[in-house]
T-cell receptor, first 114, second 111 residues
Framework: NAGVTQTPKFRVLKTGQSMTLLCAQD?????MYWYRQDPGMGLRLIHY???????AKGEVPDGYNVSRLKKQNFLLGLESAAPSQTSVYFC?????????????FGNGTRLTVT | EDQVTQSPEALRLQEGESSSLNCSYT??????LFWYRQDPGKGPEFLFT???AGEEKEKERLKATLTKKESFLHITAPKPEDSATYLC????????????FGTGTRLKVLA
């Protein structure tokens, strides 16, 4: 029972380089999310998806792109990394129920941009 | 604007010393209030969902309660393995995708 799996776990980039973070979930959840977590700040939503083939911007989308080609996968791309994107990135998924549905998180990708 | 504030930022307890963590929230219609536990280097782990004022949930040494303005996470006779950061989040009626997180309470339980 893997839940939400993120790869890679760690990555160091130089300014201007690009990379893709991969998220996979095996719970058949419709909704998937990308968050970043920085010291002293709560988890902030970057982008989210309400289903295969659809994505939308969250609170802090600038500098990131996403794709949801398959229901179980959600990719986060950085086209030209900046030091301000140094952070821990978490993927999450949930059912879209009418009452509150909890998020289920992966274990994160720690990204450093030098 | 939806908002979540957690207090204290950090808490040190002796093993067996019970205490409470606070989560104050402002939201336009509450779908759910969530408590998570986060260990260093890991993602948040879901603990509880509370839906309406007066509701309580329990799990081992943890008990979560909810009023119209705040939630408490009570820790009874904590053990060192309860040391973690505890996060609170709310989901309002403004959108099923929107979760607002607090900055967490770092709990350290000393043996």
């Amino acid at each position: 029972n893997a839940g939400v799996t993120q790869t890679p776990k760690f990555r160091v980039l130089k300014t201007g380089q690009s990379m893709t973070l991969l998220c996979a979930q095996d719970m058949n959840h419709e909704y998937m999310y990308w968050y970043r977590q920085d010291p002293g700040m709560g988890l902030r939503l970057i982008h989210y998806s309400v289903g295969e083939g659809t994505t939308a911007k969250g609170e802090v989308p600038d500098g990131y792109n996403v794709s949801r080609l398959k229901k179980q996968n959600f990719l986060l791309g950085l086209e030209s990394a900046a030091p301000s994107q140094t952070s821990v990135y978490f993927c999450a998924s949930s059912f879209p129920t009418g009452t509150g549905a909890p998020l289920h998180f992966g274990n994160g990708t720690r990204l450093t941009v030098t | 604007e939806d908002q979540v504030t957690q207090s204290p930022e950090a808490l040190r307890l002796q093993e067996g010393e019970s205490s409470s963590l606070n989560c104050s929230y402002t939201v336009s219609g509450l779908r759910g209030l969530f408590w998570y536990r986060q260990d260093p280097g890991k993602g948040p782990e879901f603990l509880f969902t509370l839906y309406s004022a007066g509701e309580e949930k329990e799990k081992e040494r943890l008990k979560a309660t909810l009023t119209k303005k705040e939630s408490f996470l009570h820790i009874t006779a904590p053990k060192p393995e309860d040391s973690a950061t505890y996060l609170c989040a709310v989901q309002g009626t403004s959108g099923t995708y929107k979760y607002i997180f607090g900055t967490g309470t770092r709990l350290k339980v000393l043996a």
